[in-house]
């Protein structure tokens, strides 16, 4: 069953302990696309400038993701500098030039509309509803926001939550849109907004799933059994850019590739979440993630297991 | 198979968000024992002042431990005073008076000698060593240390890591005892200082095991499989102080009361140890790991199985 994903695509320069790549393909949906490419057929909404050219759409048809609804714009595509020089698990913004995307506004293919599963990519949670909106057939909704969303738009980020049945943010974002900075009570309170599920990351410590009360109703998914799903312990991380992306994309490939949304399946997913980012911190930008077989993930999905299961 | 633990007891007076508590029981030896209590024999060797008294007493006889190598001295026991108030996850110190442990000599009384297990709790690595010597014929020795004595100590640390073969730290202990940020390389670094496997404690995120070259021989913990235990999230934190010391009993006393050390009782253990954390928390000082059942512990075995295992 199909994904569509609304978000950006764009062009990034890192600097990291590693080394340093200069514009090279990038933007939430990018990384999302591709690592639910592995599981399932995937659809992007997206706007790209000029320097967006044949070399770049290539990356998404080798992995047979439908762009049609990435609109070409005049000028220049999203672009992001950012810096890990001092802490690997946080990014210095150092430079963010909105370009194509300043006037973004999503046109859906009526080709999309069959879609069963819709992701809302980081954006303006006004432009993450208006889509949501324009795909009335979706029966499950996925979403993700950041902290200049949480602080400066939350009007319009509680719009957009309360039409979102998962949310995949860390845990300084939860700990903001929550009243508390306990982890139980920040999830209940964020899940008090909306979501039937939040999936909590943590970073190099995996990531939390806890339920609502209004949650996947009779399939055992509930208040008292949150989930944890572990990382990976890495000798060398690369480029942690696209890490949080990469494990929605592989957590809601997983889903979309099975015939119901059972509390294994989740499970499961958030394993595949966990496994998927794990692969794209080890190069550069989107490198390993164009170039994984259904082996290899099968592998680390079995590394993740023996990680931490008791028998 | 009984554990001797060194290590102090002590006085601790705590503020949390939760309230305070003045002058209760607690010390690393004190809440390592209580922890173990319910899975192994337990003997402790420390030193307290008059101001323990058989109230205190009373409360390692409840629990069977055994206590002829505590001695009495004249003066007031080690106190520690802390807040939790700015930060959960950190304690703040507000003051310590080493008292009658500044003069601490550790005495093994002849009784201890047929101890398979041994605990080093933080303390002077100088005389974590002096009674690992003493003991010759421990079959397994656990240690803990500190930034204290990873700074300023290193030499005589480094001679105690020599004769540790599983050492609990958490994840800024690691970093600062090893030359590297990354958690994998920092625990390469970490075991070829000598101890068989390091026990990495995460706080709220768990703890991850890794294993040496020098490991366990034959039995299937080796360095390419870390093993990784969660924590559990809960909705209230009374007070953090001596969930290390809960985990590294929990997790020492179950597997001195198996058989042989298998990777599967190594694994287990680290749940164990996860499990007395969490009970410790609950409340403050010592209450809850006081007054538990051995089925208390297996449920709460139980939801961290749930919490991570796909099935």
Avoid at 97 to 103: M, T
Avoid at 152 to 166: E, F, G, Q, T
Avoid at 188 to 203: A, E
């Amino acid at each position: 069953m199909a994904i569509t994903v609304v978000g950006s695509v764009a062009f990034d320069t890192v600097e990291t302990p590693a080394g340093r790549v200069d514009r090279c393909l990038a933007g939430a949906a990018t990384y999302f696309s591709l690592a639910a490419s592995y599981f399932t057929d995937v659809r992007v909404i997206a706007v790209v400038g000029e320097d967006f050219t044949a070399k770049e759409e290539a990356v998404f048809a080798a992995r047979g993701i439908d762009t049609r609804g990435v609109e070409r714009a005049p000028g220049k595509s999203f672009f992001w500098q950012g810096s890990y020089l001092e802490n690997l698990n946080e990014a210095k913004t150092l430079q963010t030039d909105l370009n194509v995307f300043a006037s973004f506004e999503p046109k859906i293919p009526a080709a999309y509309q069959d879609s069963e599963f819709l992701f809302l990519a980081n954006i303006d949670p006004v432009l993450q509803k208006r889509v949501r909106d324009a795909m009335p057939g979706v029966k499950l909704v996925g979403g993700d926001t950041m902290n200049y969303w949480i602080n400066d738009h939350r009007d319009n980020l509680l719009k957009m939550l309360a039409c979102v049945d998962i949310l995949l943010i860390n845990d300084t974002e939860t700990k903001l849109l929550a009243g508390s900075r306990n982890p139980v009570k920040a999830a209940r309170d964020v899940l008090s907004l909306g979501p039937k599920s939040l999936v909590v990351k943590h970073g190099e410590y995996g990531a939390t799933a806890f339920f609502g009360p209004n949650s996947f109703h009779g399939n055992g998914l509930d208040s008292h059994h949150p989930f944890r799903a572990p990382a990976l312990p890495l000798a060398e991380v690369v480029d942690p850019t696209g890490a949080g992306d990469s494990f929605a994309g592989g957590f809601f490939g997983y889903i979309a590739s099975q015939p119901e949304l059972t509390p294994a399946v989740f499970k499961r997913a958030m394993f595949y979440g966990g496994v998927m980012g794990s692969f794209t911190v080890e190069r550069f930008g989107t490198e390993r993630l164009r170039q994984l077989t259904r082996e290899e993930i099968e592998e680390r999905f079995a590394i993740f297991r023996e990680l931490t299961h008791l028998d």
